[in-house]
């Protein structure tokens, strides 16, 4: 969830251009991509030939690229500013001004946060400089190749490796040729923008599934990864398409597709103030969010395959042989999180064939939990600095437990403490309820299941490949229950006005209850309570009376016609019914009330998809209540005290 701007303008001179300087521009649009998050930035800065900014030496490619980098969280960008404004003061007292520039905030998933890892990255020369959104899932094999032929890289990220790969392709051709042969080496996602200091008229952009907009305005070209940074700089908006690459001017836009052939822009209609283009058009923060989902499981997917076909983890710490030895898993995590290992248990123990144990992180270091070297505990908190959790990971450690971290935020606390991590590639979270991050927590669990079936030789490779392509098929899964948002704003309006909900479930279905009725009680402040189906009849049945609600998780799973007996035994209390039904089961639709449907999803892997039309339903419940879902009272989006 990094952000892109790259301008280029006609003129020079900040008279001619009635604007501030062409740097002040450039973090006045990254402060507009905040929103987003970010723990570092940078920019990088050229001359327009005439200003005799270039090398007159033909025989080296001297650095005429100036480049401002900044690691300080989220005041890089102020920090920035003060870096740059003896540059500019030195500028304007020349009479000149930069006529081109690229900027970045990053959000760390390659490599922790630090100036060294802060956009642009630059070839070996200096004259190239790149910023990057997305994944270079190859990052491995081209770093090998890269400095087996003498390529110096000085930073941790996969990012940087674009400008290298630029440099050996830009020898012979121009810029735009050098980016689309280079870009022909990388398999990912990515939008990248590319400046040379020796093409003082053009910046070369890219895009493959990350998004890139473009602006044209007088004299002026602007391109980021959002709207906001290119509002009041453009006045027509342009969305290049996947796998096209386009050169950038202030006299226009060549647009290609990767194999060089010209393309057609596609305009788009732009009518948005500041404050909904930050949120994409949705209401609110936490709309957008839901609908993030896809992206965000498909990026934390990304680059997890090796071209060998085996599973790989972001940083494992602990060796093969230690992890393999593991005889007992334990899960510690908080909310949400806690929720994620519940889901996550059904994958371990299934594919893994290892006992796991499911704590609430509070709860957790006063239990007196029995630990060993073979033990591993994994601790799950978006921020990476929720206290109970924190506390949870330092009791396992001083018990000479294994340790993995999974977390939204790199070089966080939590990460920094353990054996091994896995990110979760969600981008930041605003609404202070955990939407996106809890589908990515549920889905690096169920990668690290596979990752340990693979090291236990407990699934052939094929297998292996056969279940990891079943998980990338939920991404499109999700997506159909997210077009269904109005299908649950129907139900919504029925139930909004009671006050005591009931959620069930049973197997993968008792913990997306569970978050389900965390999710209306976080938001639309209602009593919701969640159990297993199978406990009814010892105990909460008695609480159902004519007119209760009880949303009953009854898709296609093992235990789904026990469900029918439980949807029965509340009906015939005089319960209204609510289902999350799969497609075509008009079985367990007729026994409802109100049926939310969702696609069939491979077993185990279900509860990804399950719990859409539950977020969906407390989020239109606290809508029509006229509640604030990006800030409910008494919540905060990280816990760092106990």
């Given at each position: 969830m990094c952000g892109i701007v790259a301008i280029i303008r006609s003129h020079t001179t900040l008279e001619e251009n009635n604007l501030e300087s062409l740097p002040e521009v450039l973090i006045s649009s990254l402060n507009r991509l905040e929103y987003r998050g970010y723990d570092s930035a940078g920019i990088a800065l050229g001359y327009a030939e005439e200003d005799g900014v270039l090398s007159t030496d033909p025989d080296t490619r001297r650095p005429t690229i100036e480049r401002f980098r900044a690691a300080v969280s989220t005041r890089s960008l102020e920090e920035l500013k003060k870096q740059v404004e003896p540059a500019v003061h030195s500028a304007h007292t020349a009479g000149r001004d930069y006529n081109r520039g690229i900027g970045h905030t990053r959000w760390a998933t390659h490599g922790r946060p630090s100036e060294q890892n802060a956009h642009p990255h630059q070839d070996c020369s200096g004259s190239i400089a790149v910023v990057h959104n997305g994944i270079v899932e190859n990052w491995r094999e081209l770093a090998d190749e890269l400095t087996s032929t003498g390529h110096l890289l000085e930073s941790e990220t996969d990012s940087e490796l674009i400008a290298h790969l630029i440099e050996e392709e830009i020898g012979d051709t121009d810029m735009l040729e050098a980016t689309r042969r280079a870009i022909k080496r990388i398999n990912g996602s990515f939008a990248i923008a590319v400046m040379d200091a020796n093409s003082p008229h053009s910046l070369v952009v890219v895009r493959r599934l990350s998004p890139l907009v473009i602006g044209t305005g007088k004299g002026i070209c602007v391109t980021a990864s959002d709207i906001?940074?290119?509002?009041?700089?453009?006045?027509?908006?342009?969305?290049?398409?996947?796998?096209?690459?386009?050169?950038?001017?202030?006299?226009?836009?060549?647009?290609?597709?990767?194999?060089?052939?010209?393309?057609?822009?596609?305009?788009?209609?732009?009518?948005?103030?500041?404050?909904?283009?930050?949120?994409?058009?949705?209401?609110?923060?936490?709309?957008?969010?839901l609908n993030e989902q896809p992206a965000a499981i498909k990026d934390t997917l990304l680059g997890r395959m090796t071209t060998a076909g085996s599973l790989t983890l972001d940083e494992t710490r602990i060796d093969d042989e230690s992890l393999r030895d593991v005889d007992k898993v334990f899960v510690v995590g908080c909310g949400s999180s806690y929720h994620s290992g519940l889901i996550g248990k059904y994958t371990l123990e299934h594919w893994a064939r290892i006992p796991t144990e499911i704590d609430i992180s509070s709860e957790f270091r006063y239990?007196?939990?029995?630990?060993?070297?073979?033990?591993?505990?994994?601790?799950?908190?978006?921020?990476?600095?929720?206290?109970?959790?924190?506390?949870?990971?330092?009791?396992?450690?001083?018990?000479?437990?294994?340790?993995?971290?999974?977390?939204?935020?790199?070089?966080?606390?939590?990460?920094?403490?353990?054996?091994?991590?896995?990110?979760?590639?969600?981008?930041?979270?605003?609404?202070?309820?955990?939407?996106?991050?809890?589908?990515?927590?549920?889905?690096?669990?169920?990668?690290?299941?596979?990752?340990?079936?693979?090291?236990?030789?407990?699934?052939?490779?094929?297998?292996?490949?056969?279940?990891?392509?079943?998980?990338?098929?939920?991404?499109?899964?999700?997506?159909?229950?997210?077009?269904?948002?109005?299908?649950?704003?129907?139900?919504?309006?029925?139930?909004?006005?009671?006050?005591?909900?009931?959620?069930?479930?049973?197997?993968?279905?008792?913990?997306?209850?569970?978050?389900?009725?965390?999710?209306?009680?976080?938001?639309?402040?209602?009593?919701?309570?969640?159990?297993?189906?199978?406990?009814?009849?010892?105990?909460?049945?008695?609480?159902?009376?004519?007119?209760?609600?009880?949303?009953?998780?009854?898709?296609?799973?093992?235990?789904?016609?026990?469900?029918?007996?439980?949807?029965?035994?509340?009906?015939?209390?005089?319960?209204?019914?609510?289902?999350?039904?799969?497609?075509?089961?008009?079985?367990?639709?007729?026994?409802?009330?109100?049926?939310?449907?969702?696609?069939?999803?491979?077993?185990?892997?279900?509860?990804?998809?399950?719990?859409?039309?539950?977020?969906?339903?407390?989020?239109?419940?606290?809508?029509?209540?006229?509640?604030?879902?990006?800030?409910?009272?008494?919540?905060?989006?990280?816990?760092?005290?106990?």
């Open positions: 906001p940074a290119l509002l009041g700089f453009a006045d027509a908006y342009y969305v290049l398409e996947d796998d096209e690459i386009a050169s950038i001017s202030p006299d226009g836009i060549h647009a290609f597709d990767f194999a060089g052939n010209p393309a057609q822009l596609h305009p788009i209609p732009v009518s948005w103030d500041i404050d909904a283009a930050q949120k994409s058009g949705y209401d609110d923060f936490m709309g957008k969010e239990r007196d939990p029995i630990l060993s070297s073979s033990s591993l505990v994994i601790g799950v908190s978006q921020s990476g600095e929720t206290m109970d959790t924190l506390r949870a990971i330092s009791l396992a450690k001083n018990s000479k437990a294994k340790v993995i971290s999974i977390s939204n935020v790199v070089d966080s606390s939590i990460t920094r403490h353990t054996g091994g991590v896995i990110y979760t590639r969600a981008g930041p979270e605003v609404g202070v309820a955990a939407t996106k991050t809890f589908s990515t927590q549920i889905t690096a669990l169920q990668m690290l299941a596979l990752y340990l079936a693979q090291l236990r030789g407990l699934l052939y490779p094929d297998e292996i490949g056969s279940l990891f392509d079943q998980m990338r098929t939920i991404p499109d899964l999700v997506q159909t229950a997210l077009d269904r948002s109005e299908e649950v704003l129907t139900v919504a309006k029925e139930i909004a006005d009671r006050r005591d909900l009931f959620y069930i479930g049973r197997n993968t279905g008792y913990p997306v209850a569970l978050e389900g009725a965390l999710k209306m009680k976080e938001i639309a402040y209602l009593r919701a309570e969640a159990y297993p189906a199978g406990e009814l009849k010892h105990g909460p049945i008695a609480l159902i009376e004519p007119g209760t609600i009880v949303i009953a998780v009854a898709t296609r799973g093992r235990l789904w016609e026990k469900m029918h007996t439980n949807i029965s035994e509340v009906k015939s209390r005089g319960a209204t019914v609510v289902g999350i039904v799969n497609d075509e089961d008009d079985q367990t639709a007729s026994l409802v009330d109100y049926a939310l449907f969702v696609p069939k999803t491979p077993p185990l892997l279900d509860a990804v998809v399950d719990v859409i039309p539950l977020q969906f339903l407390a989020y239109h419940v606290a809508k029509l209540k006229g509640l604030n879902v990006d800030r409910p009272r008494n919540l905060a989006k990280t816990v760092t005290v106990e």
